[in-house]
């Protein structure tokens, strides 16, 4: 149930290893950090390759690779592993744990923590994106929030398709986020929201659940406009 390959291209990635067959796709949330040590072990000796900017912070843990740029005022904690043709903006906040595929944009005002990104995504402005995965070509909009903890602190649920929930072992979970698929602007995504490759979610949508791939989530606000009174 929830198999990896129902949501994303592992020709996509050069980190498919993370995931295990016949596991859900976000057990391989807990397998980010010791894989991304021993990636960084492998490469220890040629960490920076692409262009760091002077004013930008890179911790001692972190891979820039050929062909990336990371912007000033940018900070990167790591351990990150920042892949070919990527650009982190001025202003983005990498922490532990990190890892961003082939081409993809970090963006201004941006946390990440425990994700994994697929090639080509772009987090461009004010997202957060904790404990995650998003898929190729997987796009947010400015604002939106991968929301990653429960507010009573307890493990994060996935309802299944029988309407039974399933406890995921993790505390700490926010998304996964299907090739192609994109979440409009200002929208938050609650811990444990699995969304389907090529859906659409609109913006301002607060999002709970499993959402079928090529799928539209339609939110119209409801207004009333009045005469102004002097």
Known sequence: MFPSTDYLDFSQTDHASIFSEGEPVWSALS???S???QLLDSVEDTLIQGTV???AVVGDRVYIAPGA???????INGPAWIGSGCTVRSGAYIRA???AGDDCVLGNS????????FNNCEVPHFNYVGDSILGYKGHLGAGVICSNVRLDRN???VRDDEGGLIDTGLRKFGAIVGDHTEVGCNSVLSPGSVLGRDCIVYPVTSWQGVLPGRSIVKTKQSQQIVEKRV
């Open 110 to 117: 941006c946390e990440f923590k425990n994700c994994l990104l």
């Open 35 to 37: 894989y991304l040590e």
């Open 53 to 55: 900017h002077e004013r």
């Open 97 to 99: 744990n990190v890892i």
């Open 31 to 33: 397998r980010i950090g």
């Open 155 to 157: 493990n994060v649920v």
């Open 69 to 75: 740029t990371v912007e000033a005022n940018a900070v």
